[in-house]
């Protein structure tokens, strides 16, 4: 088996977008907001190395389609979208994950090839562990915990803005045997 990530799924809210500069209609729907310093460029460069990419987001629809898609046109770049309001359940439920990954064509045997990468340790990093993904933990953000609750809240890796992920990934593919 070729030692390479299949697949980096990708979380919104303080992964990519900052929560905290959200502008949301009386639904809930986010209308505006400001992205993490090199959440774009890191989702640019993950697509022009040639990663598949998913989103698995908890949210209403609208939110990802006016902030990444249409303020940001990065939605373009994702190749699968699991969206909580349109999956049916919310991170941690393996359907969030299992939705992406099959929209990716992957199974379950190559799911340890696969990042998840996350700011709530209870809902990306629970999620991804429970299903065996390799657990990336972005600890940008000071609206979620810090620390994991139990061992299912272990992150595998941590970085702390999202440009870190690039640098991370070749030694990622040099660890999977």
Known sequence: MENKILAILLDSGDTLVDEG???KDETGVVLQAELIPGAAEMVRALKARGYRLGLVAD??????????G????????????AISE???FEKPHPAMFT???GQLGLHEAQY?????VGNNL????KGAN?????????DWAPRRAKIPADSSEQPRYTIRSPLELIDLIPSIERSLS
């Open 112 to 116: 340890r090839q696969v990042l998840m």
């Open 130 to 138: 429970a299903l065996g993904l390799i657990s990336v933990w972005l």
């Open 99 to 101: 939705t992406a990954l």
């Open 86 to 88: 349109l999956v049916g």
């Open 70 to 81: 249409h303020s940001y046109q990065l939605l373009s770049l994702f190749d699968a979208l």
């Open 21 to 23: 500069t959200e502008v």
């Open 122 to 125: 209870a809902r990306d990093i």
């Open 59 to 68: 949210g209403p629809a609208g939110t990802f389609y006016n902030i990444l």
